[in-house]
């Protein structure tokens, strides 16, 4: 019998969410698990650093921890449960829910809850920046600016993507970028670089549409020097298919360790969180995570 633990974060997703809202979609999930068969504990988080003590408790004892919350709970109990050398598997109740996106995790209760009752764990890539855990995603310039706006604008929901995204293009300045791969520097100077390991990002933006979590590989999108009526057609648009990367502008390189400095200070965000500030490595663990999930790994 499969035993899970529900580590929740109830302030996890679009502000106006209580913890009821949160339970409403939680619960369906957890009785058809049981249902099934399955133990399942809740966990109640106090903090995201609570949360983490949670996870590592419930995947040493054996559970697969079921990280309950956005992409950054994701990203914090991935690292936990790695480190227990556990399971995890991903509720997602969250503003993006990115990574779930990538998995091909199902949103509907009961279709979720077969999934992680019946599905055999898989093992996925992580990257590692400066120590932390991130599942999806490294970024660093206007990205990451607009992260900063858009973790103070709860309360417009998922429109807050396309307002913390215009307010930080309204005082950007391009930046001068020294991105290495693997040892090869590349000088670019523009908007962002993004070094992913899932291809979304940002709510469902395909960021880097040929990324794979099973490749051992990170894939690096670097958004050059365009007019600003060009980044706005990239942001709102392009994004949101891929398409962008068709563009000149759009530099897309991999590899497996990738560093990143500023002609100025600038913040790195990673799982929709802000992580710290340039220069940053970022490096491919490949096959670090178990996880539960309707991605077909190659």
Do not use: C
Request: glycine share 12%; charged share 20%.
């Amino acid at each position: 019998m499969r035993t899970f633990t529900a580590v929740v974060n109830p302030h996890a997703g679009t502000a106006g969410w209580s913890r009821r809202a949160v339970a409403a979609r939680l619960h369906p999930v957890l009785a058809t698990l049981s249902d099934l068969g399955a133990k399942v504990t809740i966990e109640q988080s106090r903090s995201l650093e609570h949360a983490v003590d949670l996870a590592t408790v419930a995947a040493e004892r054996g559970d697969v921890v079921l990280a309950a919350g956005g992409d950054g709970t994701v990203g914090a109990l991935a690292a936990a449960v790695i480190r227990a050398e556990g399971v995890l598997g991903v509720i997602p109740v969250g503003r993006g829910n990115d990574f779930a996106r990538q998995l091909s995790i199902p949103a509907e209760p009961s279709a979720l809850a077969t999934l992680l009752h019946d599905a055999e764990p898989s093992a996925v890539d992580v990257i590692d920046v400066e120590g932390t855990v991130v599942v999806g995603s490294m970024y660093a310039g206007i990205d990451a600016v607009a992260n900063g706006y858009f973790n103070q604008a709860r309360v417009l929901g998922g429109a807050g993507y396309h307002y913390a995204a215009l307010r930080a293009l309204a005082g950007w300045r391009m930046v001068s970028y020294r991105v290495t791969i693997d040892g090869t520097r590349h000088d670019v100077r523009g908007y962002t670089v993004v070094v992913a390991n899932s291809g979304y990002f940002g709510n469902g933006r395909h960021a880097a549409p040929d990324a794979r979590v099973d490749d051992g590989l990170l894939d690096v999108i670097v958004l050059t020097d365009v007019s600003r009526r060009a980044f706005i057609a990239i942001a709102m648009r392009e994004l949101y298919t891929g398409v962008h990367v068709n563009r000149p502008e759009v530099l897309v390189f991999r590899g497996r360790e990738v560093s990143v400095e500023a002609g100025r200070t600038m913040p790195v965000g990673g799982d929709g969180e802000l992580i710290g500030t340039l220069p940053a490595t970022a490096r491919v663990l490949p096959g670090a995570l178990r996880v539960l999930s309707g991605h077909q790994t190659s």
